[in-house]
Structures are given as structure tokens and as C-alpha cells.
């Protein structure tokens, strides 16, 4: 089973529309990360998140870590088309010892209707 | 502008031909790292790099090679390509390897396509 898992795998909103996307551990997180990427192209750094209850935003996209579920929710608030894309979350679950790895989820193919 | 940069962006190449994949950083990063990305198996570390002559394995490095002379530049080397390492390609740097404190930066990527 996969280390970070990540729900849903695909979404499809319509413009507007807010949506949620969710990214699990089995194992403690030590900075959680969430990228996006376009399909076939590099990732586009979003946020870091470094300690249980932190909450980070950048334009209409929020990010916050429960470092006790060892989850990390990804919100969009009112979606626009320039949000479609490939979101992936990374974590360090390692402990800190696998120096600079991240290991990633499966990644959220997020489709907005205009 | 702060960057990782690859090239070539797109490679098709034959079974057994040597070749190379170049990861530049212009951000004074100490970190470097290469990943491919395959469908369904999501990104996995293949090596890295703590600093300058500093460089171990990720969790699948067979069939490659890297070397880290220069902080700027981390290359990836497949002496003898195989059609299993069809693959996208990606190059990360960061300020130092604690992912705890430093975010990672990923350059565009490269597909590669071995024939």
C-alpha cells in the first residue's frame, strides 16, 4: 500500500465550485509539500507545512496538516479553469533520516468546467 | 531567475546507447535529486546529492549513474539504457536536505523514451 495516500483521484468541479482534496499517511509526516503539475510537465512548488496545525494559503488555495490524523487537506476556494491540473502531495516519512527524499502520493487529477 | 533547469526537455533514444540528462540550479542549493515519475508508481527517488562529491542511492538506482562535481550541476548518467527506463525524468534542488525547513525545487523534466 501506498505510504501517502491521496483522495479523490480525479475530480471534476465546475467553475466556481470549492473542493477539497485530501493526502494521508501511514507513517508520521515530517513537512508536507503540495505541488502542482500540468500533465507531462515539471511540478510547480505550492506550499510546505512543517508542524500539526499549521495553515497556509496563497491566492485561493489553503493548506493545512493534522499532524495527528497524519493528513494534510488542500482546499480551493471558488475554482477557475487555471486551477486544473495534477496535485501532488510529498512528505518527508522517514523521520528525518532519508535525507532530503520525498516520498509522494499518487497524485489528484483535478478537471474545472468552465 | 531562480531555477532548475534539464535538458534535453524530450529524448528518444535506442536500447544501449549512452546517455546523459543535465540538472542545473542556479539558487547556491547544496541539495540535489533525481526522481522518475511512472504511471501508477507516482514519483521515486532514484539518487541524490548532500553537496559537492557527496552523492548516494535512492530507492531505485540501478542502471544509473550521477555525479556531483560542481554545486551547480548534478547529471544523470545511464551507461546502457533499457527500454524499462522509458520514464519522466525530474531534478530537484534545495537549500539543504532537511525537508523538515527547506522546500525542493523541481526543474521541467525530461521524458525519455528508450527504443
Known amino acids: 500500500s501506498q505510504e501517502l495516500e491521496q483522495s479523490p483521484q480525479s475530480l471534476i468541479v465546475q467553475e466556481g465550485k470549492n473542493l477539497t482534496i485530501n493526502c494521508t499517511s501511514s507513517?508520521?509526516?515530517?513537512?508536507l509539500y503540495w505541488y502542482k503539475q500540468k500533465y507531462g510537465e515539471g511540478l510547480i512548488f505550492l506550499m510546505m507545512?512543517?508542524?500539526?496545525?499549521e495553515e497556509k494559503s496563497h491566492e485561493k488555495i489553503t493548506a493545512k496538516l493534522d499532524e495527528k490524523k497524519q493528513q494534510s487537506s488542500l482546499h480551493i476556494t471558488a475554482s477557475q479553469p487555471s486551477h486544473a491540473g495534477i496535485y501532488l502531495c510529498?512528505?518527508?516519512?522517514?523521520?528525518?533520516?532519508?535525507?532530503?527524499?520525498?516520498?509522494f502520493g499518487q497524485g489528484t487529477i483535478l478537471t474545472v468546467h468552465p | 531567475e531562480a531555477q532548475v533547469t534539464q535538458n534535453p526537455r524530450y529524448l528518444i533514444t535506442v536500447t544501449g546507447k549512452k546517455l546523459t540528462v543535465t540538472c542545473s540550479q542556479n539558487?547556491?542549493?547544496?541539495?540535489m535529486s533525481w526522481y522518475r515519475q511512472d504511471p501508477g508508481l507516482g514519483l521515486r527517488q532514484i539518487y541524490y546529492?548532500?553537496?559537492?562529491?557527496?552523492?548516494d542511492k535512492g530507492d531505485v538506482p540501478e542502471g544509473y549513474k550521477v555525479s556531483r562535481k560542481e554545486k551547480r550541476n548534478f547529471p544523470l548518467i545511464l551507461e546502457s539504457p533499457s527500454p524499462n527506463q522509458t520514464s519522466l525524468y525530474f531534478c530537484?534542488?534545495?537549500?539543504?536536505?532537511?525537508?523538515?525547513?527547506?522546500?525542493?525545487?523541481f526543474g521541467p523534466g525530461t521524458r525519455l523514451t528508450v527504443t
Open positions: 530537484a534542488s534545495s537549500l539543504l536536505w532537511d525537508t523538515h525547513s527547506y522546500e525542493q525545487y
Open positions: 507513517k508520521t509526516l515530517y513537512g
Open positions: 507545512l512543517q508542524k500539526g496545525g
Open positions: 510529498g512528505a518527508d516519512v522517514g523521520g528525518g533520516t532519508s535525507y532530503g527524499k520525498l516520498t
Open positions: 539558487m547556491n542549493h547544496e541539495y
Open positions: 546529492s548532500m553537496n559537492v562529491e557527496v552523492t
